[in-house]
């Protein structure tokens, strides 16, 4: 009897110690974050934007002003981050979107950002330049806090940025192509069209075209200066679509993916009143409620011998 008393306290103090570890990790999701940058190519102003924020679920809820545009942020890996972020900063730029802040790096080319919100945030940064070459730092979406390789939330993040480089002295001009891509269609009938493109040159509209079948979904641009910042977007995304624009070399690539349809809700299903929060361990409760089982069984076979 006073094994199965030892064992029934064995596993009262692990439950215990889970739920302690579950509120510790908890609190530290909750707590105010803080984010450095790590520019490789000197001086250079950046700006910071909330694009969304965690919900209880674990999920982004997206926030004024990047709500009014058709993005997909579940279910997505590296190269679809990047083209997110690729995407967004034709938006920020085209619609002249106000930044969270806006800073300028220190003299070893980093920038700090204290006490943030948990969200997601965007940074983009300003073109600079040297005697011999045009940088351009790629856009970069940051998961505030965001998970180690141990699986341990780190409040604070430090990012190394990633730039384009460009040899100002061998051409003065580049030329632009852009692409049309439609994913995850069942039925090309219901695709439009035609849509609207709009080229834009540093934060301002410098051209708009339209993409057909007649001309296959392409555009070319001839001659354009090469010391200044290039990116298109879509003016209007066709309903039940999502867009990403990203840049391959001197090709623009322009994808809708058409959104899934909708699952049918059971309106019988039962909805829980709390769902875990971001980061919490659930995994350990099931795990433990069968080895409680087990010692169970195992300490009433002993106690009938």
Not at 9 to 38: H, K, M, P, W
Not at 208 to 237: H, R
Request: hydrophobic share 35%; charged share 30%.
């Amino acid at each position: 009897m006073k094994k199965i008393r030892g064992l029934i306290v064995c596993l009262i103090l692990g439950v215990f110690s889970t739920l302690c570890v579950q509120a510790e990790e908890e609190d530290r999701v909750g707590e105010e974050t803080s984010l450095t940058l790590n520019c490789e190519y000197g001086q250079g102003v950046f700006s910071l934007y909330k694009v969304a924020e965690f919900s209880e679920t674990g999920k982004f809820h997206v926030e004024e002003p990047f709500a009014n545009y058709q993005i997909q942020l579940e279910e997505l890996d590296s190269e679809d981050w990047r083209a997110l972020a690729e995407t967004l900063e034709g938006y920020v730029k085209r619609d002249h979107i106000e930044p969270l802040d806006q800073r300028e790096t220190d003299a070893k080319g980093n920038i700090e950002w204290r006490q943030l919100e948990k969200g997601l945030y965007l940074a983009l940064g300003e073109q600079t330049k040297d005697d011999s070459f045009l940088y351009t730092p790629m856009p970069t979406l940051i998961t505030l806090p965001n998970r180690t390789p141990d699986g341990e939330w780190n409040n604070h993040v430090s990012v190394s940025l990633k730039y384009e480089k460009e040899d100002i002295f061998q051409e003065q001009e580049i030329d632009f192509q852009v692409i049309k891509i439609w994913k995850n269609e069942d039925n090309t009938k219901n695709r439009p069209e035609n849509i609207t493109v709009q080229l834009l040159k540093d934060e301002s509209v410098y051209d708009t075209i339209e993409l057909n079948k007649e001309n296959n979904w392409s555009y070319q641009w001839e001659g354009l200066p090469l010391q200044a910042s290039w990116s298109v977007v879509e003016k209007e995304v066709p309903p039940n679509y999502t867009v990403t624009s990203t840049r391959e070399g001197n090709q623009f690539i322009l994808t809708n993916t058409k959104k899934p349809a909708k699952p049918t809700e059971d309106k019988h299903q039962e909805i829980p009143q709390k769902l875990p929060q971001t980061g919490q361990l659930w995994w350990p409760v099931p795990v433990l409620a069968i080895l409680g089982a087990i010692l169970f069984v195992i300490g009433y076979k002993k106690y009938k011998k």
